[in-house]
């Protein structure tokens, strides 16, 4: 079992991700704390089941995911899709860094989850171990989710 203070150091070293991941999912910044929240929380409460210590970051981030999507699922039962608060980006980004966000937006979860933890310098092996996915699966979502970008962006 991991020892509670390699777990504590695993999660500070993921904070930075876990939030990015999470954003992409929920694009919203209460959420995301949330769904952190629950998958540090469940994660712990689990930390004997995890048999290789190599294996914390993907093994956090497919918790985190799910947690994420629970999010998503449980908002779209309480209300309709019109209803839903609009996803602010912070104050501080260019005009670029926004188009940016709003196209990476527009791609499905999956391709943002796989481009994202790429982004992040996860190896494709990892992104599969973290969303559950083959890893033909993982390199054909990022190079969709790539030349959807190009597309998006050079329409702009």
Do not use: H
Not at 8 to 34: H, P
Not at 38 to 46: C, G, K
Not at 58 to 63: M, S
């Amino acid at each position: 079992m991991i020892s509670d203070n390699a777990f504590a150091r695993e999660v500070r070293e993921l904070t930075d991700t876990a939030f990015a991941v999470s954003y992409l999912i929920l694009g919203n910044k209460t959420d995301c704390e949330d769904a952190i929240g629950q998958a540090v929380l469940r994660t712990y409460e689990s930390r004997g089941t995890l048999k290789i210590q190599d294996s914390f970051r993907a093994w956090f981030l497919q918790i985190l995911r799910n947690e994420a999507y629970g999010i998503l699922r449980r908002q779209r039962r309480i209300q309709p899709v019109d209803e839903l608060p609009e996803r602010n980006a912070p104050e501080e980004d260019t005009d670029e860094r926004l188009d940016l966000q709003s196209a990476i937006m527009k791609l499905d979860g999956d391709q943002r989850a796989a481009l994202l933890l790429q982004q992040e310098g996860y190896s494709i092996e990892e992104i599969g171990r973290a969303l559950d996915t083959p890893v033909g699966t993982v390199k054909s979502r990022i190079y969709r989710a790539k030349s959807t970008l190009r597309t998006i962006l050079q329409e702009n």
